[in-house]
């Protein structure tokens, strides 16, 4: 995604230095060194790109793959162009910048200044521009068939997909709760609290069941289990709760008087349904403190945002959802637990099952990398969900329990 920002008049280095406004050749074109192939050719395999001396001498057709950070990439380049610099000093240090035209505008969605980038394309001549100083710069050029951002390459992070308890709610008597969760790039996993013990995890799933004792207060209680992952790349905790119903008093003796009739107004409840994206604001805050929820849009068949790391198998596709979460007055936590909340419904009545990469920190955009929210604050990121191939979504639904428990519903948004 390009956004307009302030044009640049900082050099990368003393010979390269930012667009200012419009190339010295027409548009689009490069300079007659090194002509483009017609269209975009697309590159079945590519080779690591010649050194920056070599490619700066106008070499056509050639796919090549660099790895490059983003230099300029605003409404002067416009949507369909960048200016990345593919020389790697370390500490952050990049140089030789190279302009890369993309296909489309889609190729940029969600890209910006400074991101460490993949470009794979065509070596497509050279390109003149005039820069911020009203000189003219000559830059090698790529046409690109692909760009995503690169992958840190960091070990993943262990990550809880879903917790839940059924039934959320126990009587007075006691009963069995049926602890289930799904894990990810975990070695070890530990509930603790109501119930205490190890579980196994090697499958990525955890089926426990724990046995409640009767409440013999007159008041409700919550308990509560936390669950703990280790794995190599890290620790999470997810803490769930559930209500045990006060002990029944005695009914009291009563008497029958009659009144005359009164006739009152109740307001309609909110509504918990809508079409497409929309807010919803929930009656009371969650145990967790948040007060708000908004889909902001569905995105189906995506492309695995860190290439080699998503669940999804070759016969399934990857949709995006990105959301809005808002803590109230007290803030929250740690709002990633959300994503237990959320569930995506198919047309073929299943549904989809999480993608751990919303959890992956070199996603810059993935929900499960947000911790802590301030109070009143809110927080917007992806959530990945993995489908069958060529399915369709009917609603994504959001699991909402009141902070005292009195309250539960679910919200959908509906395709």
């Known amino acids: 995604?390009?956004?307009?920002?302030?044009?640049?008049?900082?050099?990368?280095?003393?010979?390269?230095?930012?667009?200012?406004?419009?190339?010295?050749?027409?548009?689009?074109?490069?300079?007659?060194?090194?002509?483009?192939?017609?269209?975009w050719a697309p590159c079945p395999s590519s080779k690591p790109g010649p050194p920056y001396g070599v490619i700066v001498k106008g070499v056509v057709g050639t796919c090549v793959h660099y790895s490059a950070q983003v230099y300029q990439f605003d409404s002067v380049t416009g949507a369909k162009a960048m200016l990345v610099a593919i020389t790697?000093?370390?500490?952050?240090?990049?140089?030789?910048?190279?302009?890369?035209?993309?296909?489309?505008?889609?190729?940029?969605?969600?890209?910006?200044?400074?991101?460490?980038?993949?470009?794979?394309g065509r070596l497509a001549g050279?390109?003149?521009?005039?820069?911020?100083?009203?000189?003219?710069?000559?830059?090698?050029?790529?046409?690109?068939?692909?760009?995503?951002?690169?992958?840190?390459?960091?070990?993943?992070?262990?990550a809880i997909l879903s917790f839940t308890a059924a039934p959320a709610h126990v009587p007075a008597s006691g009963g069995s709760v049926d602890l289930r969760a799904v894990v990810r790039n975990a070695t070890s996993c530990r509930l603790a609290g109501q119930l205490t013990r190890a579980v196994g995890c090697a499958s990525g799933r955890i089926a426990v069941v724990d046995d409640v004792g009767p409440n013999g207060t007159g008041k409700p209680r919550v308990l509560s289990v936390v669950l703990t992952v280790e794995g190599k790349g890290g620790i999470a905790r997810r803490t769930l709760s559930f209500?045990?119903?006060?002990?029944?008093?005695?009914t009291p003796a009563t008497t029958t008087t009659t009144s005359p009739p009164?006739?009152?107004?109740?307001?309609?409840?909110?509504?918990?349904?809508?079409?497409?994206?929309?807010?919803?604001?929930?009656?009371?805050?969650?145990?967790?403190?948040?007060?708000?929820?908004?889909l902001n849009a569905l995105t189906q068949g995506v492309a695995c945002p860190d290439p080699g790391v998503c669940d999804a198998t070759s016969g399934q596709q990857i949709d995006d959802a990105n959301v809005t979460v808002c803590a109230g007055a007290a803030g929250d936590s740690d709002v990633s637990s959300q994503i237990g909340?959320?569930?995506?419904?198919?047309?073929d009545g299943a549904q989809a099952?999480?993608?751990?990469?919303?959890?992956?920190?070199?996603?810059?955009?993935?929900?499960?990398?947000?911790?802590?929210?301030?109070?009143?604050?809110?927080?917007?990121?992806?959530m990945y969900f993995d489908a069958p191939?060529?399915?369709?979504?009917?609603?994504?639904?959001?699991?909402?329990?009141?902070?005292?428990?009195?309250?539960?519903?679910?919200?959908?948004w509906s395709a």
């Open 262 to 294: 009164t006739t009152t107004t109740t307001a309609p409840p909110p509504p918990t349904t809508c079409a497409g994206p929309c807010r919803f604001v929930f009656p009371q805050s969650t145990l967790s403190g948040v007060v708000s929820v908004t």
């Open 243 to 250: 209500l045990e119903a006060a002990k029944r008093a005695p």
């Open 389 to 412: 191939a060529a399915s369709q979504w009917t609603s994504l639904n959001y699991s909402y329990t009141s902070a005292n428990f009195n309250i539960q519903t679910v919200y959908s």
């Open 353 to 382: 099952s999480n993608d751990s990469v919303s959890f992956d920190s070199s996603v810059l955009t993935a929900f499960g990398n947000y911790g802590a929210v301030a109070p009143n604050q809110c927080v917007t990121g992806d």
């Open 88 to 120: 790697n000093h370390g500490f952050g240090v990049w140089n030789n910048l190279v302009y890369v035209r993309l296909a489309n505008a889609s190729m940029g969605t969600r890209i910006f200044d400074r991101n460490v980038v993949v470009v794979v």
């Open 126 to 158: 050279t390109y003149s521009y005039t820069n911020t100083l009203g000189g003219t710069d000559t830059v090698p050029a790529i046409d690109a068939t692909e760009l995503r951002l690169a992958s840190s390459k960091t070990t993943p992070k262990p």
């Open 1 to 39: 995604m390009f956004r307009t920002s302030v044009v640049k008049a900082l050099a990368v280095s003393l010979a390269t230095i930012a667009l200012a406004v419009v190339p010295v050749t027409t548009a689009g074109a490069l300079t007659a060194r090194g002509a483009p192939p017609s269209g």
């Open 341 to 347: 909340n959320f569930s995506l419904a198919l047309s």
